[in-house]
């Protein structure tokens, strides 16, 4: 009998299994592929250690820019890949050593719950194992949303698993979504010379970030070569010998030598026995409480399956949660206000909190203070004098929201995040000293802007 068996090992299963333990729980951890998750082997870290592939060549084409002078420039794929899937490897071996320092005792094969605390594991080679536990955690994840006008065929049609083990590039790729996944591999493959369409039901890319956010990155892409149809829906896809042509709702036909769709992901829950035992879902998704809880006592669910935000730090966060509440180490709950948002396009993206058209339609008041990243001295010194950070507070001066585009952004929100999660105000961090020169100090004016006090701008506060 374990304290807490864990149903799938991505981040938010294998922080669960690491916490419970840390706590001194008997702890297993049930996978059926490798230990990780998508995030680990299929998307975070793949897809980032081809975009740090993918921006090394592009700051190498722009060497001139800088005094350097190269001859012979080029890249090759199949070492770019294969470095990728090294770091993979790397990070994948260290966890399992880490599981098994904590004394988890990983199962391997595909779980399935039958009983109040009880599952079966179907072991590859076709045996089955009975597991028995006081609490169960499902961190099962996600899969690729699928399109019925373009169902996946792994040659032409693609989803993003597909899409990261190419052996060649495509020459002309159109990409149908242009969210997170799919501005992110349009700027890796258009950096590598491939001819990228990107194709997005809704008015604008990047259609839940900040509005100018959201353009400023559609002037990056094109300016990159990237093609972006907004507003337009894919009516269907034909494939042919030589790869497939997608016709748009307004009869537009794109050639192509691959489509990759990227429409969103959507929890996996089949096959697990949910349904038998009457768990709560809402659309495919587990409905949990702040404790993680699911409408079976005994049974928790953390990070994609509750489709509550599908980010890999905050299922992390969420099986910290789930681990406490059921060893009653602690009454957590998350802000997920407070949790920031990520993307690694070129240029890089992040967010926190409210966009400026949330808090409009909520009727609430609040500042916008904004710094150009061209104001910024460490920006300008890198080439990268594109971009701002936009800070929104009330106006009692709590924040509620930031948002960024522009190098680094990806780390520059981490100050903003631990404030909104310290109750900290725009005040705090305008006043928090930031060394000279970084791209952090670019965070201090925002916050000082919004008083009208940023000393590297001028121009008064701008109010909503």
């Not at 297993?28 to 990780?36: F, K, M, S, T």
Request: hydrophobic share 45%.
């Amino acid at each position: 009998m374990y304290d807490i068996a864990v149903l799938g090992g991505g981040p938010g299963g294998y922080v669960a299994a690491l916490r419970a333990a840390q706590l001194g729980a008997a702890v297993c951890l049930v996978e059926q592929d490798e230990l990780g998750g998508v995030c680990l082997n299929k998307g975070c870290i793949p897809t980032k250690a081809l975009l740090a592939s993918a921006e090394v060549y592009a700051k190498a084409r722009r060497a001139e820019e800088f005094g350097v002078c190269l001859s012979g420039l080029g890249f090759d794929w199949g070492k770019i890949q294969a470095r990728s899937g090294a770091v993979v490897r790397r990070l994948r071996q260290g966890l399992e050593r880490l599981l098994r320092g904590r004394g988890v005792e990983v199962l391997r094969g595909r779980g399935e719950l039958v009983g109040e605390g009880e599952l079966v594991v179907h072991t590859p080679d076709g045996a089955q194992q009975t597991v028995r536990a006081r609490a169960v955690i499902v961190a099962t994840g996600s899969l690729p949303g699928e399109l019925s006008q373009a169902s996946f065929d792994g040659q032409v049609v693609l989803n993003s698993d597909h899409a990261l083990a190419l052996r060649e590039l495509p020459k002309r790729l159109v990409i149908v979504g242009a969210g997170v996944v799919g501005c992110e591999f349009a700027c890796l493959f258009s950096a590598f010379g491939v001819e990228v369409t990107l194709v997005e039901l809704l008015p604008r890319i990047l259609p839940m970030e900040d509005s100018r956010i959201s353009a400023a990155l559609a002037a990056a892409l094109r300016k990159c070569g990237v093609r972006i149809y907004t507003g337009t829906a894919l009516q269907g896809v034909e494939r042919r010998a030589e790869g497939a042509v997608a016709t748009l709702e307004e009869g537009t036909e794109l050639l192509a030598d691959a489509l990759l769709v990227a429409v969103g992901r959507v929890p996996r829950s089949q096959g697990l026995g949910l349904e038998e035992l009457g768990v709560e879902l809402e659309r495919g998704a587990l409905a949990v409480d702040e404790a993680m809880r699911t409408s079976l006592p005994w049974l928790y669910a953390i990070g994609d399956v509750t489709a509550k935000t599908f980010l890999a730090h905050a299922a992390s966060a969420q099986g910290v949660v789930a681990a406490e509440r059921i060893l009653n180490a602690s009454e957590r709950e998350l802000n997920y206000r407070a949790i920031p948002s990520c993307i690694f396009t070129i240029p890089e993206v992040a967010s926190i909190g409210y966009t400026e058209d949330e808090l409009k339609e909520r009727g609430m008041e609040y500042t916008v203070g904004q710094f150009p990243l061209g104001a910024s001295g460490r920006a300008v010194a890198l080439g990268e004098g594109e971009g701002f950070v936009k800070l929104l507070a009330a106006p009692d001066g709590t924040l509620l929201g930031a948002h960024i585009i522009g190098p680094h952004a990806t780390e520059m929100i981490a100050p903003v995040a631990l404030a909104m999660q310290a109750g900290l105000g725009a005040e705090e961090v305008a006043d928090a000293v930031q060394a000279h020169p970084t791209m952090a100090e670019a965070v201090v004016e925002a916050a000082a802007a919004i008083f009208g006090e940023a000393l590297h701008i001028i121009g008064p506060p701008r109010r909503g």
